[in-house]
């Protein structure tokens, strides 16, 4: 590890003091991560090379967008496609303007577009088949419902105002008029609450439907339950 690795004012700089240098300030470890990772890359594109768009095709695509002055779907170009929409950029001028304004000469752009849509075609290549399986083993994780309640010290209010929210009194009303909680601001709404962390009697009904509860039930059994309109919000009327 004798050969030079730069020269700094005429001064070579072997491999080995350059990994000395970025182990001293910390940095190796990222240092070595990013090698790591472009050549992950590089073996992928080698297996997998129209994963790397060509100029001709991306100019292609700009092409086709431009004469039509419209921005078309494209799998293979998702990237660049959500560049232009994000820049709403339909023209060759309005590409030349932004590419003026973010002093960019034009085969840089070709450069940076290259090697995004690269990264994303990978990303999707590497990820996509795993989705499924992940979204299967997490999916109690990822359902969450929107929940909003109504909390009062009252077992009369609770019940009184269950019965006005079913015939059609606004929760998010009632709940900044008569509930206790600081969320009563905001019309009693809460923040998505996962269906794992939700009791198990909650569940079905919370996934499915809008729905009130009424805490403690009046029975003194489970939690008293009224299912309202299909496919909206949860809804949750608690006393304390």
Request: proline share 4%; hydrophobic share 35%; glycine share 2%.
């Amino acid at each position: 590890m004798s050969s030079n690795f730069l020269v700094i004012n005429d001064e070579p700089v072997s491999l080995e003091q350059a990994l000395s240098y970025l182990q001293s300030d910390g940095t190796f470890q990222n240092f070595l991560t990013s090698i790591l990772r472009q050549h992950v890359i590089a073996q992928t594109l080698k297996q997998e090379p129209d994963l790397q768009p060509t100029v001709a095709a991306i100019e292609q695509y700009l092409e086709q967008c431009f004469e039509n002055n419209q921005i078309y779907e494209s799998q293979p170009f998702q990237y660049l496609e959500q560049f232009l929409k994000d820049n709403q950029i339909h023209t060759v001028e309005q590409l030349q303007q932004w590419l003026e304004d973010n002093h960019l000469a034009y085969e840089q752009f070709l450069e940076r577009i290259i090697r995004s849509q690269t990264w994303q075609n990978l990303v999707d290549h590497i990820s996509r088949p795993r989705l499924h399986e992940y979204f299967i083993k997490h999916k109690q994780k990822l359902d969450k419902v929107l929940l909003s309640c109504i909390v009062v010290d009252q077992e009369t209010l609770a019940e009184e105002l269950r019965d006005q929210i079913k015939a059609g009194e606004s929760f998010e009303q009632l709940a900044q008029d008569y509930s206790i909680a600081e969320n009563r601001i905001g019309g009693g709404e809460m923040e998505p609450v996962s269906l794992s962390d939700l009791p198990d009697e909650c569940c079905n009904v919370a996934f499915h439907s809008r729905c009130i509860f009424l805490r403690p039930s009046p029975t003194g059994t489970a939690d008293d339950v009224y299912p309202g309109d299909q496919n909206k919000d949860a809804r949750i009327v608690s006393n304390t």
